[in-house]
Antibody, heavy 120, light 106 residues
Framework: DVQVVESGGGLVQPGGSLRLSCAAS????????MHWVRQVPGKGLVWVSR????????TYADSVRGRFTVSRDNAKNTLYLQMNSLRAEDTAVYYC?????????????WGLGTLVTVSS | DIQVTQSPSTLYVSVGDRVTITCRAS??????LAWYQQKPGKAPNLLIY???SLETGVPSRFSGSASGTEFTLTISSLQPDDFAVYYC????????FGQGTKVEIK
């Protein structure tokens, strides 16, 4: 079965850093674009970033560009999100989501999410 | 940026009702639109992609349609398990979600 499992969330002070991980299993990881999507509890979904299977193409939402870095280790079947210069408005549940092989950015498998809280 | 405007924000319905949720894109997105269902405390679940293609395992009472930049999710006969929040999402350029529609018991 396809599974993606996020980890690394927690409480961090404004201006701080955090690295999220997403462990994938049950599919050929290198073949798929992978994405991060976030959701403030009780609010809507916001796409954050995506990375192509071989890591050669990366895109970010305007709200995180220059502060967040997405990467992947295909040998470990793991996706990462390095978050720097964190702000209160980055507080959210962060989901790892599988995209497609073709690059179409819809998401057929999601993790349970990991909560990031930015607060002093 | 492409915006998607979803309506209504809340829908009060009864089991067995036909439910229609609409999304309008700010420009042509060539049917690159998906629909998701989200229940409290859970991750979203893909229902429809490419405006009208039903994801494997999703009940056939869910359907999607498109007319220009207007997209519709229809639940033909609402079941108890269908009370949830529904989101549309365009993926023509990056990805943008609609604001969500909460389907509640009347």
């Amino acid at each position: 079965d396809v599974q993606v499992v996020e980890s690394g969330g927690g409480l961090v002070q404004p201006g701080g850093s955090l690295r999220l991980s997403c462990a994938a299993s049950g599919f050929t990881f290198i073949s798929y674009w992978m994405h991060w999507v976030r959701q403030v509890p009780g609010k809507g979904l916001v796409w954050v970033s995506r990375i192509k299977g071989d890591g050669s193409r990366i895109t970010y939402a305007d709200s995180v560009r220059g502060r967040f870095t997405v990467s992947r280790d295909n040998a470990k079947n793991t996706l990462y999100l390095q978050m720097n210069s964190l702000r209160a408005e980055d507080t959210a549940v962060y989901y790892c989501a599988r995209g497609t092989i073709s690059g179409a950015s819809y998401f057929d498998h999601w993790g349970l999410g990991t909560l990031v809280t930015v607060s002093s | 940026d492409i915006q998607v405007t979803q309506s209504p924000s809340t829908l009060y319905v009864s089991v067995g009702d036909r439910v229609t949720i609409t999304c309008r894109a700010s420009q042509s997105i060539n049917n690159w639109l998906a629909w998701y269902q989200q229940k409290p405390g859970k991750a979203p679940n893909l229902l429809i992609y490419e405006a009208s293609s039903l994801e494997t395992g999703v009940p056939s009472r869910f359907s999607g349609s498109a007319s220009g930049t207007e997209f519709t999710l229809t639940i033909s006969s609402l079941q108890p398990d269908d009370f949830a929040v529904y989101y549309c999402q365009q993926y023509h350029t990056d990805a943008t979600f609609g604001q969500g529609t909460k389907v509640e018991i009347k």
